[in-house]
């Protein structure tokens, strides 16, 4: 092969070799952009799901204050129920 030919040949490949790695240079700024949104994404689907688990978990302490009220009441009751009960054995 002549030196010319050669040249030729050789300065094909380099082309292509460049062509390649701008091309993987252009997937790989197209991965990380689609990586970044992935992200913004999953954090944005984070915060909601923190704001709904945060207001359940207010729902849930006032349905515990809720429930240790009434909780209070069946006490109380039972007291006065026992109270009762023993004015009825001393009568």
């Given at each position: 092969m002549r030196a010319n030919a050669k040249t030729k040949?050789?300065?094909?490949?380099?082309?292509?070799?460049?062509?390649?790695?701008?091309?993987?240079?252009?997937?790989?700024?197209g991965i990380y952009g689609n990586l970044n949104r992935s992200r913004d994404a999953l954090l944005d689907q984070r915060a909601h799901l923190q704001e709904a688990a945060d207001g359940l978990n207010k729902r849930i302490a006032e349905l515990q204050r809720q429930l240790d009220s009434?909780?209070?009441?069946?006490?109380?009751?039972d007291n006065a129920v026992h109270d009762v009960d023993n004015a009825l054995k001393r009568y």
């Open positions: 040949l050789l300065g094909g490949f380099l082309i292509a070799a460049v062509t390649c790695i701008g091309s993987a240079s252009s997937a790989d700024t009434v909780n209070s009441y069946l006490r109380d009751t």
